[in-house]
């Protein structure tokens, strides 16, 4: 909701840039090559993201140490310093260390794809917590994206066809009534109107990604375990997100259909359905998959809170309690996960835009 | 070209002052006639402007704590109990001068009898609230003759009198009833965790929050158009830099970075956090703006301006902006709802110090204290819920109206 129809700007050809430093011909032609040269970007983004989160969470008060030696100061009734060679026995991270052979330190480690040990429970890689949590949210966030980027589509295309008839008029409200309420308010809607007020579902039984007492595996009972408590985040994610997508789809159909060659499409006497597949449905969604990339990486932020409104185990909700508890490598490692996500959809967005739509496609690309 | 079109053409846009006064507003209005969601937009708008600024000064924000009330439903009020043969002669606490009234304490009845007591209209006798067990004991003593009148929660009437689960002292009260079931004014949203009015809650919770999303929305397209057109119009090493930094920007995980730079800046006050916001979504705006400058700069009647020697001021400011206008407008609001978002967000998981008691507060004690999962008292959640949506929704369809008013055909009709 907060990523609007801006995407005019948002899909720009990448600007030619000056030759690359003159070292072998195909090393230019590498450089001039407009995949090569979006991967390295990306790679660049990704590694400034690392380093600007890097030093902002250390930069954060309270470090997992002193929130440690407090609580067993609290506890257990010991002086500071004992507490604080508990806590350095505990822990693997010393808080005096210097920040920069920290990141050095961080840094050499991720080359080889090691994120780390987490800090607050000791003996746990950061990697398998991720492992653990990421396919939940990947599950729910992208069923829910692609529900409603299909059921948008779809819709602001009716929409476009009856443009200014009372159905749009409706539609166009309903979509703005979607978007512009906050998906956890929907949530909460969700939860008071139907789970406490009506009861068609049971709130506290639908806590957690699967009914804990069935076995995880490829059976019916612990399948339909998990499509049930992914419904209400999935339902979230679909209510709070497809409005946008039928304003957008409606206004780029209703440009694409003023187009000369729908116009010329017409005059040949193409099929009706013919025109809108070919013609009009493919122009008209061309500026949606850059949409779709912008929205994945709000969407995955956003989780954060609707992962705690339903208590589902996913990266939002353990990048909440990372934070916290102050758990660095944790925190580190959920926002590197989304980071990269973001980066690769938009790559993506991009590269499909330049297959799929000739008019961008980059001189340089040959 | 003549200087006499150039002299003509200027003339046409200097309308008198007045004129230049009254002409928006005209437009307006006239925009509102063509648009009926546009219309709901604007009076939700003004509605919501007339809650944060007279509201509070009318229903003051409720903090008094009252143990007999806690999470009561909708129009629950404090009622005046008597004995079932004096239902007829004290109608009111007048009605009662001369003899006893009971109150216990924690509730609304020592506030309610206090200017009574200071005149010497009657004698107050006061009961221990005693783990709960005070307004029973109150009911007793009110039997008994030990006084003639209590004020009691409606709550405690249902619970005691009307639905008594005790036999034995559903018995012991029945000679008991009410003699004025409105004593007080009703809890129009009943009342929360801590017996206070959720309504008094609602008119006074909305200021800050708004104000903030006003001003984060506000610095937001400030710095969205300011580099915007910086990037567009100077380009070079400036433009690609400032793309850069708002690609930048646009690939760290929003939220996630804002409850980390939450924690970090000590918020202890709003503008503060209006900043953070401002400084965390200008980017998506920023990139749409340097666009649509770069598409403007193109137009014939820039380059006729440009031909012309009219100087970058008037280019930027009298060709360039007003035709960016109601992109700008329309972006400001939906700014606005997005800060909405993130700051309402951002207290409901307790990431921003609570300060005041706004409505995202409201959202977090219903999450943590649990309220949210119990049909009674779900109305502490459900009510600064539907503010916010409503607040969101008037947004955006106010956003209609503004984009009905910058449509160019409106003019041509005066």
């Keep these: 909701m907060a990523v609007r129809d801006l995407n005019a700007g948002a899909v720009q050809p990448a600007e030619p840039t000056r030759s690359a430093p003159s070292f072998l011909d195909g090393v230019r032609r590498v450089a001039r090559s407009y995949t090569a040269r979006t991967l390295v970007q990306a790679v660049i983004t990704i590694w400034a993201v690392i380093t600007f989160t890097f030093f902002l969470i250390r930069l954060m008060p309270g470090?997992?140490?002193d929130v440690y030696i407090d609580f067993l100061m609290n506890q257990q009734n010991i002086s500071f310093e004992e507490a604080r060679q508990m806590a350095a026995s505990q822990f693997r991270f010393d808080p005096d260390a210097n920040v920069f052979s920290q990141y050095f330190d961080y840094m050499g480690r991720l080359v080889q794809g090691d994120l780390g040990e987490s800090i607050t429970s000791t003996g746990t890689r950061v990697v398998d917590q991720i492992i653990r949590f990421l396919p939940w949210t990947v599950f729910s966030v992208g069923l829910g994206l692609l529900i409603s980027f299909v059921l948008g589509v779809l819709l602001g295309t009716v929409m476009a066809y009856n443009r200014n008839s009372v159905l749009d008029n409706a539609l166009s409200l309903f979509s703005s009534i979607l978007s512009a309420v906050p998906n956890?308010?929907?949530?909460?809607?969700?939860?008071i109107v139907f789970g406490v007020q009506l009861q068609w579902f049971s709130v506290g039984a639908l806590r957690g990604t699967y009914d804990p007492t069935l076995d995880p595996g490829f059976n019916l009972p612990f399948i339909l375990s998990v499509l049930e408590h992914a419904f209400l985040p999935v339902l979230v994610y679909v209510v709070g997100t497809l409005g946008t997508w039928m304003l957008n789809m409606r206004n780029s159909t209703i440009s694409?259909?003023?187009?000369?060659?729908?116009?010329?499409?017409?005059?040949?006497?193409?099929?009706s359905s013919r025109i809108l597949v070919a013609y009009v449905g493919r122009n008209a969604a061309l500026p949606m998959f850059t949409l779709l990339a912008i929205h994945i990486g709000f969407i995955l932020g956003g989780s954060v809170i609707i992962e705690e409104l339903f208590v589902y185990k996913g990266i939002g909700s353990f990048l909440f309690w990372s934070i916290s508890q102050r758990d660095y490598t944790s925190m580190q490692g959920v926002f590197l996960v989304i980071t990269i996500a973001v980066v690769v959809s938009n790559v993506l967005a991009d590269l499909l835009y330049s297959r799929l739509d000739p008019r961008v496609r980059v001189t340089g690309d040959k | 070209m003549a200087v006499g079109t150039q002299e003509i053409s200027l003339q046409q846009r200097e309308p008198t002052a007045r004129e230049s006064l009254l002409r928006p507003l005209v437009l307006f209005f006239r925009a509102l006639r063509r648009t009926p969601i546009g219309f709901i937009g604007f009076i939700g708008v003004v509605f919501y402007a007339l809650l944060i600024s007279v509201g509070p000064l009318i229903v003051p924000f409720d903090s008094e704590v009252r143990l007999d009330q806690i999470a009561a439903p909708p129009g629950s009020r404090v009622q005046l109990l008597t004995r079932a043969a004096d239902v007829d002669r004290y109608r009111t606490l007048d009605d009662l001068a001369g003899q006893t009234v009971g109150v216990v304490r924690e509730t609304a009845g020592p506030d309610l009898v206090a200017p009574y007591e200071a005149a010497g209209t009657f004698a107050v006798d006061e009961t221990r609230w005693r783990s709960g067990r005070g307004v029973p004991q109150a009911m007793e003593d009110l039997v008994d003759g030990e006084i003639d009148a209590l004020i009691v929660f409606s709550e405690s009437v249902r619970r005691y009198i009307t639905e008594n689960?005790?036999?034995?002292?559903?018995?012991?009260?029945?000679?008991l009833a009410v003699s004025n079931e409105a004593l007080g004014p009703p809890y129009i949203f009943g009342t929360d965790t801590q017996g206070r009015d959720i309504f008094s809650h609602i008119v006074n919770g909305g200021t800050i929050l708004i104000v903030t999303a006003v001003l984060a929305g506000f610095l937001s397209t400030l710095i969205a158009v300011g580099l915007g057109a910086l990037a567009a119009l100077t380009g070079g090493f400036i433009d690609r830099g400032l793309t850069a930094i708002a690609n930048f920007v646009l690939t760290i995980p929003q939220f996630p970075l804002l409850v980390v730079l939450a924690a970090l800046v000590q918020l202890n006050n709003f503008m503060l956090l209006a900043l953070l916001i401002a400084l965390l979504s200008w980017p998506v705006l920023m990139r749409a703006i340097r666009a649509q400058v770069l598409s403007l700069r193109e137009r014939d009647y820039v380059e006729a301006a440009i031909a012309l020697n009219l100087g970058r001021p008037h280019i930027i400011l009298r060709e360039i902006l007003p035709n960016m206008m109601s992109f700008v407008v329309i972006n400001f609001i939906f700014a606005v709802t997005s800060a909405m978002y993130q700051q309402v967000g951002l207290v409901f998981l307790g990431m921003a110090p609570i300060n005041d008691y706004t409505w995202g507060v409201m959202l977090y004690f219903g999450r943590t204290r649990g309220t949210l999962f119990s049909a009674d008292s779900a109305m502490m959640v459900l009510a600064p819920v539907v503010a916010i949506a409503l607040f969101q929704v008037s947004m955006v369809l106010?956003?209609?109206?503004?984009?009905?008013?910058f449509d160019p055909r409106l003019r041509t009709v005066s």
Excluded: H
């Design chain 1, 63 to 65: 470090n997992p140490v």
């Design chain 2, 165 to 175: 689960r005790d036999a034995a002292q559903a018995a012991q009260f029945s000679g």
């Design chain 2, 398 to 405: 106010f956003a209609r109206a503004v984009e009905e008013m």
């Design chain 1, 256 to 271: 694409t259909l003023g187009e000369d060659y729908v116009n010329v499409a017409r005059a040949r006497g193409l099929t």
């Design chain 1, 184 to 191: 956890y308010i929907w949530g909460l809607l969700i939860l």
